[in-house]
């Protein structure tokens, strides 16, 4: 008897266990659609010869093609190569592949450049969090690759699924933004 009363229990107790709320800043979930193009797409080496590649112009610019690169690399604490990376040793080597010096470890990071408003993102900044219940500074960050209104995507290496593109609309990663930083 008291073992059919133990287990809904302890069933009950472990699903409420984790249960967070985060806290957004925006209201509707938005629906983003692409609309196919009228153009027919080139399909031959000469057509596609016609079109010029775009230069990249603007140190960000060469900074986020560095960074994106890495799309996909494990993550791996301390790393710095395409074998594994963490968040702030890939903004360190993206950085430094065009002469740019910034410390090693994320907190370190947040101390560099100009503080700015969130408001005033632009691509290249740098956007850091803290994702430890416990820890009192900051331990992640990542890097803008694009703002279109209020969503703001950055590119940044999780524990759980390497180095990805993240928005700042998502829950997780709103709740833990403590500030923005720019050093170009």
Request: net charge positive.
């Amino acid at each position: 008897m008291t073992r059919k009363i133990f287990i809904p229990v302890l069933l009950l107790s472990l699903a409420s266990c984790g249960v967070v709320k985060k806290k957004t800043t925006y209201g509707k979930e938005r629906k983003i659609t692409v609309e196919a193009s009228e153009k027919d797409s080139l399909t031959t080496r000469e057509e596609a010869s016609i079109i010029p590649a775009p230069e990249v112009t603007d140190k960000a610019d060469e900074i986020i093609r560095s960074a994106l690169t890495y799309s996909g690399v494990r993550y791996k604490f301390g790393g710095t190569t395409r074998k594994g990376m963490d968040c702030s040793g890939l903004l360190y080597v993206s950085f430094g592949e065009h002469d740019i010096a910034l410390p090693r470890v994320s907190h370190q990071m947040a101390q560099e450049g100009k503080r700015i408003r969130i408001n005033q993102v632009t691509k290249g900044d740098l956007l850091f969090f803290k994702t430890s219940r416990r820890g009192r500074k900051i331990n992640h960050v990542g890097l803008v690759v694009e703002v279109a209104g209020d969503d703001i995507r950055f590119i940044h290496s999780t524990s759980s699924r390497g180095v990805i593109v993240s928005s700042l609309r998502e829950g997780f990663w709103n709740y833990a933004f403590v500030k923005a930083t720019r050093v170009l």
